[in-house]
C-alpha cells in the first residue's frame, strides 16, 4: 500500500515546484533581481507561499509517512490529500492578499496535527503491544 503515500508525496512536490516556479515568474514580473527577497508586495506574497510551503514540508512529510507506517496508509494518504488541498487554497488565497491565506493554513495545519498526533498514537501502541 506504499503507493498512495507515494503518489501523495509526489503530488505534494509537484505542488512545491509550482509555487517554487511562480517566484521566479513573479521575479521576472515584478523586477526583483536575485538574490533580492524584497521588492513589489506580490513578489513577497510568492516568496513567502513558497518559503512556508518548504516550511510545513518539512514538517508534513515524516508525519506522512509515520502515520502510513504505524496506522494506516489509506487513512494517511487522505489526510496528506487535505494538506495539500490546504496548501493550495493558502497559496491561491496569499497570493491575493495576505488576509486571505488563513482556510488554507488552517487545513494544511491541522491535516499535520492530525498525523502528528496519529503516528505518536500509533508508536505508542507499537511498543505496548
Known amino acids: 500500500m506504499e503507493i498512495y503515500p507515494s503518489l ?14 511562480n517566484v ?5 514580473k515584478y523586477q526583483v533581481p536575485p538574490p533580492a527577497t524584497t521588492g513589489d508586495p506580490n513578489f513577497e506574497r510568492a516568496l513567502r507561499v513558497q ?10 512529510l515524516p508525519l506522512l509517512w509515520l502515520f502510513c507506517f504505524y496506522i494506516d496508509p489509506i ?14 487554497l493558502y497559496a491561491v488565497g496569499y ?3 495576505a488576509d486571505k491565506r488563513g482556510v ?5 495545519s ?7 498526533i496519529g503516528s ?6 507499537f511498543f505496548i503491544q
Open 120 to 125: 505518536l498514537v500509533g508508536i505508542i501502541l
Open 75 to 88: 487513512w494517511g494518504s487522505g489526510i496528506g490529500g487535505f494538506w495539500i488541498l490546504g496548501r493550495i
Open 104 to 108: 488554507g493554513f488552517a487545513i494544511s
Open 95 to 97: 497570493y491575493q492578499a
Open 51 to 60: 518559503q512556508n510551503t518548504l516550511e510545513q514540508m518539512i514538517f508534513f
Open 110 to 116: 491541522l491535516s499535520s496535527l492530525i498525523l502528528l
Open 8 to 21: 501523495v508525496t509526489l503530488i505534494a512536490l509537484s505542488v512545491y515546484f509550482l509555487i517554487t516556479l
Open 24 to 28: 521566479g515568474r513573479a521575479r521576472f
